[in-house]
Structures are given as C-alpha cells and as structure tokens.
C-alpha cells in the first residue's frame, strides 16, 4: 500500500518562503512521477507542479511558475516542493499525489491514485 506523507506546512507572510516534504513508502520510489495539488477553501483543487520519475522533467501551473520548484531524492524517498515569493492567494491545503502506474508529468487529478493527507499553507498579507 503506498502511503504519503506531507509536512512542512505553517504560516507566512507574503513574500516568504515555505519547503514541503512528501515521504513516500509501500514501493519503489524511483519508478514514478509525482505531484503536487492545492486546494483553497471554496475552490476545486488544482494542479501546482509535477516531476518525471529521474526528475529531468518538470512541470508548473502558470500561477506558479518562477515562485515553485519541484525536487526530488530518490534515495530519501521524498519529493519537495520549495515555494518562494508566497502570496495570499497561495493559502491553501496542499497535496503529494502519485500515480498507480509509471507516469511522466501528469497535470491532471486523475493522472493521480494517491494522495497524502495534506498540509495547510497560509500566506498573511
């Protein structure tokens, strides 16, 4: 059974910098991409960021893009997500997904089987 666990979340203000960690256990790591979602209260969730399985490819929601970076360490079983020049509208739970199958970038929920508990990221103005 794969199993996913966030961490790293808190309390910020804008213009700061928050790192997520996801631990992943129940198979091997290495052989597949994974993602990151976020979900605002009273909003759908929403794709943030994707890494291959080498971590080679990457891929970013526009809102997202030159503030977040998606990483990897195969060997500590753990994909992160750096997020610098936070804003408000960052504010929101956030989730590690994996897919059942070896995937490349997946951009879309159901690229995705499971899902880490979340981890709550609130940005003050």
């Known amino acids: 059974q794969v199993q996913l666990v966030e961490s790293g979340g808190g309390l910020v203000q804008a213009g700061g910098s928050l790192r997520l960690s996801c631990v992943a256990s129940?198979?091997?790591?290495?052989?597949?991409?994974m993602g990151w979602f976020r979900q605002a209260p009273g909003k759908e969730r929403e794709f943030v960021a994707a890494?291959?399985?080498?971590?080679?490819?990457?891929n970013y929601a526009d809102s997202v893009k030159g503030r977040f970076t998606i990483s990897r360490d195969n060997a500590k079983n753990t994909v992160y997500l750096q997020m610098n020049s936070l804003k408000p509208e960052d504010t929101a739970v956030y989730y590690c997904a994996a897919p059942q199958s070896v995937l490349g970038v997946g951009v879309r929920e159901t690229d995705y089987d499971y899902w880490g508990q979340g981890t709550q990221v609130t940005v003050s103005s």
């Open positions: 129940g198979r091997t790591f290495s052989r597949y991409g």
């Open positions: 890494i291959s399985r080498s971590g080679t490819n990457t």
